[in-house]
């Protein structure tokens, strides 16, 4: 049996991408557990306190940050994103995940700079490099010296929402636009808020973590348009309200320009939902030919989009709604598992 250690350290920020990439990865792998593969979670420490039952939990402690060859020694180490905190004992082959380069556009040239650099140690640390998707893989081939290692692309899995396991939160008040992410500048959501002038009938609501000066910033031009009533941002939400919004929304909006896969893209879509994304980055990937796109942001462009966009998909809902639903099913976790699991095979030879 080969025992595998998964970084899910960043399951301690839990809503966050990663943090929820951590979790469900660890779920999901966990059914997979066999003669073949016995499976070891490297967690943070009060996350093993809080859960005493679960089995191959592995605390972190200082000493292995800063001192690997401490760190037990595994016939794999996979790290489920591309800075993890704690590398693996140097004996250990190392699976490194990549999600994205987006701090290439964040950060300043020089700090840019320095996390490139960052990456570029762990990727000539590691044995195998995978990508979340395609969109990733050729910024990691455009700006990462690779030295013959192979790339490989393993799409997300995305939980499927079951909507009757959902809440109405009291804040809505008929038809409404939703969004959905943590407030940072790449995700682009200023570009909505004018648009609302335009659809008196509706309501926007963006949801998650808005205690950033993005969102700070995003709550001044909601005041300086006179929207406080029709843009609602009510922070972080719970899965049953989101299952609700998810289901009840006239459309999903994420004009994100920075995702290296975009999640809530294909939540949307499990419910046949139009989403409106913008052409950058990912999304066009991951979205496909059933998703809208905003080629720039000009508000009376943008109105126009969504109108005639919404138009088109009410003209020919049955058919809307099946095929989009169709093409989120692609994004499993079963689909997802089976890749990675494949790739420790051929690691490990096995």
């Given at each position: 049996m080969k025992k595998i250690g998964i970084d899910i350290y960043k399951i301690k920020d839990l809503y966050t991408g990663l943090g929820q990439f951590s979790l469900h990865f660890k779920n999901e792998i966990s059914k997979y557990e066999n003669e073949d593969f016995e499976f070891h979670y490297f967690a943070p420490e009060q996350y093993c306190k809080e859960h005493p039952d679960e089995r191959h939990l592995?605390?972190?402690?200082?000493?292995?940050?800063?001192?690997?060859?401490?760190?037990?020694?595994?016939?794999?180490?996979?790290?489920?994103?591309?800075?993890?905190?704690?590398?693996?004992?140097?004996?250990?082959?190392?699976?490194?995940?990549?999600?994205?380069?987006?701090?290439?556009?964040?950060?300043?040239?020089?700090?840019?700079?320095?996390?490139?650099?960052?990456?570029?140690?762990?990727?000539?640390?590691?044995?195998?490099?995978?990508?979340?998707?395609?969109?990733?893989?050729?910024?990691?081939?455009?700006?990462?010296?690779?030295?013959?290692?192979?790339?490989?692309?393993?799409?997300?899995?995305?939980?499927?929402?079951?909507?009757?396991?959902?809440?109405?939160?009291?804040?809505?008040?008929?038809?409404?636009?939703?969004?959905?992410?943590?407030?940072?500048?790449?995700?682009?959501?200023?570009?909505?808020?004018?648009?609302?002038k335009y659809f008196d009938k509706f309501q926007l609501i963006l949801a998650g973590n808005h205690d950033t000066e993005y969102g700070r910033s995003i709550m001044d031009l909601i005041r300086s348009e006179h929207l406080e009533s029709r843009v609602i941002l009510p922070g972080k939400i719970s899965d049953q309200q989101k299952r609700w919004l998810y289901n009840n929304c006239t459309a999903f909006m994420f004009p994100s320009l920075a995702e290296g896969f975009g999640n809530p893209t294909i939540e949307a879509m499990q419910h046949g939902k139009p989403v409106f994304l913008s052409n950058a980055c990912s999304l066009p990937e991951i979205g496909g030919s059933h998703a809208y796109y905003f080629e720039h942001f000009d508000t009376s462009y943008m109105v126009e989009k969504v109108k005639l966009s919404l138009e088109h998909y009410f003209n020919h809902l049955e058919m809307n709604i099946e095929a989009i639903k169709k093409h989120a099913s692609q994004f499993s976790w079963d689909n997802a598992i089976r890749k990675y699991l494949q790739i420790y095979r051929d690691t490990l030879n096995v």
């Open positions: 592995i605390p972190e402690h200082f000493k292995y940050r800063y001192f690997p060859n401490w760190c037990p020694v595994f016939d794999l180490w996979h790290s489920l994103h591309q800075f993890p905190s704690h590398l693996p004992n140097p004996k250990s082959p190392l699976i490194l995940t990549i999600h994205d380069l987006n701090f290439l556009i964040e950060k300043s040239p020089t700090k840019a700079k320095a996390y490139l650099k960052k990456l570029q140690n762990n990727v000539d640390r590691a044995t195998v490099i995978t990508t979340i998707s395609d969109y990733t893989k050729t910024m990691v081939e455009d700006h990462i010296q690779l030295k013959g290692k192979k790339v490989s692309t393993i799409h997300n899995g995305v939980y499927h929402f079951i909507p009757t396991d959902s809440v109405k939160p009291e804040y809505i008040s008929g038809d409404f636009f939703f969004g959905l992410s943590v407030f940072k500048e790449k995700k682009n959501f200023h570009t909505l808020i004018p648009m609302m």
